[in-house]
């Protein structure tokens, strides 16, 4: 599966958007980013995924770049709980998932 | 919503015990696997079963068993617990393994093993 890489960390005013990059430049045709959070204690969440084209659920919009180089997660109106690790992946056929370092959101009042 | 359940948050055990981590899955999923969590290492996968009886090792299956009963419910015991089994232990499922169909996590087990 291809490497991707996140910012270390990031801040975000409740209420605002968050916007979380992600770089992936050695994707392959097959393979799907995906999107996950780990809030502190709990389990992985997913949150969304895509292969090419933009795609929104209740959660978090994700919009891929033409290229299929980057991406980045927007999560719309960020609430407190929003904070959490956040893990962008690059998986094709392989069952395994694997967490890369993430970037921890802090979300603040 | 999908729902997975692991039977326990936290877990304290003796080496040398026996012990039984629980997961069951309420969407009919095929797959269910078993990753530990530990810092600086990421997750790492222990075993995935893709039906019932049928599983799969992963990258660490040493000193690992599981067992598939019902579709429903996946189990990972140790053997003989030591303390470098000390870790967060994690449940996930999902429709199919080789497809762009995402795993669902538990909340997870932690468990010490003293």
């Known amino acids: 599966d291809a490497k991707t890489t996140q910012p270390t960390s990031m801040d975000c005013a409740e209420g605002r958007a968050a916007n979380l990059p992600c770089n992936h430049s050695?994707?392959?045709?097959?393979?799907?980013v995906y999107w996950y959070r780990q809030i502190h204690s709990q389990g992985p969440q997913y949150i969304i995924h895509?292969?090419?084209n933009n795609e929104t659920n209740e959660m978090a919009s994700l919009i891929i770049t033409e290229d299929r180089k980057s991406s980045t997660l927007i999560l719309p109106h960020a609430t407190l709980r929003d904070t959490a690790v956040y893990y962008c992946i690059v998986r094709g056929n392989d069952y395994k998932l694997s967490f890369g370092a993430g970037t921890t959101v802090t979300v603040r009042a | 919503d999908v729902k997975v359940t692991q039977s326990s948050r936290y877990l304290v055990k003796r080496t040398g015990e026996k012990v039984f981590l629980e997961c069951v899955q309420d969407?009919?999923?095929?797959?269910m696997f078993w990753y530990r969590q530990d810092p600086g290492l990421g997750l790492r996968l222990i075993y995935f079963s893709y039906d019932v009886k049928m599983k799969e090792k992963g990258d660490i299956p040493e000193g690992y068993s599981v067992s598939r009963e019902k579709k429903e419910r996946f189990s990972l015991i140790l053997e003989s617990a030591s303390t470098n089994q000390t870790s967060m232990y994690l449940c996930?499922?999902?429709?199919?393994?080789?497809?762009?169909?995402?795993?669902?996590f538990g909340d997870g087990t932690r468990l010490s093993i003293l």
């Open positions: 969407m009919d999923h095929e797959n």
């Open positions: 996930a499922s999902s429709w199919t393994a080789y497809s762009n169909q995402p795993q669902h």
């Open positions: 050695t994707i392959s045709g097959n393979e799907y």
């Open positions: 895509g292969l090419k």
